[in-house]
């Protein structure tokens, strides 16, 4: 009789524990979902602000590709790559035309 009600509570065990299992992971994958819409959100409002920014004048274009060109190398690089850049390319463009030539 004891090996029964045991049986019994070990299966209902299982079942909540399942239950509970189930229920977590659905509320992170809502959870994980809502996140990516309010980050999908916010970087569409930066990119319509950094446009309204950098759009104003010529200058401010060329500023624009300057720090994205940087972000990219930051972003794409490690301190053991090594890089060979042509000297027509956008990096030494950006060198050239500080450096007064």
Do not use: V
């Amino acid at each position: 009789m004891a090996d029964k009600f045991r049986s019994e509570g070990q299966g209902e065990a299982s079942k909540i524990l399942g239950d509970k299992e189930r229920d977590l992971k659905k509320i992170q994958s809502e959870a994980y979902k809502t996140a990516q819409e309010i980050i999908g959100q916010a970087d569409g409002e930066a990119s319509a602000i950094y446009a309204g920014a950098y759009n104003q004048s010529p200058e401010s274009r060329e500023f624009y590709g300057f720090i994205k060109t940087m972000e990219t190398y930051q972003t794409t690089l490690s301190e053991k790559d090594w890089l060979i850049l042509s000297t027509k390319g956008d990096f030494f463009k950006y060198l050239r035309k500080s450096s007064g030539k």
